[in-house]
């Protein structure tokens, strides 16, 4: 047996998913630009981005909590 969700339900479930994907995909390039950064004077902004990932991190993994 198939369950009917209703649409408005249907409808925030999509966009958490959109929100969700939007952030991965986020962390995705920063993650990417973590790895090209390297180089004594890029140090700083390793850092910078490290913090920006862990902080992405946290608000996908609260948002999938939330989404279940």
Same mark, same amino acid.
């Given at each position: 047996?198939?369950?009917?969700?209703?649409?408005?339900?249907?409808?925030?479930?999509?966009?958490?998913?959109? #929100?969700?994907?939007? *952030? &991965?995909?986020?962390?995705?390039? *920063?993650?990417?630009? *973590?790895?090209?950064?390297k180089?004594?004077?890029? #140090?700083?902004?390793?850092?910078? *981005?490290?913090? &920006?990932?862990?902080?992405?991190?946290?608000?996908? #993994?609260?948002?999938?909590?939330?989404s279940?």
């Amino acid at each position: 047996p198939s369950l009917s969700i209703p649409s408005e339900i249907y409808q925030k479930l999509q966009e958490q998913n959109k #929100a969700i994907f939007a *952030l &991965e995909k986020q962390r995705s390039d *920063l993650e990417i630009e *973590l790895s090209d950064s390297k180089g004594i004077f890029k #140090a700083k902004r390793r850092s910078e *981005l490290s913090t &920006e990932i862990a902080g992405l991190e946290e608000r996908i #993994a609260r948002m999938k909590v939330r989404s279940n």
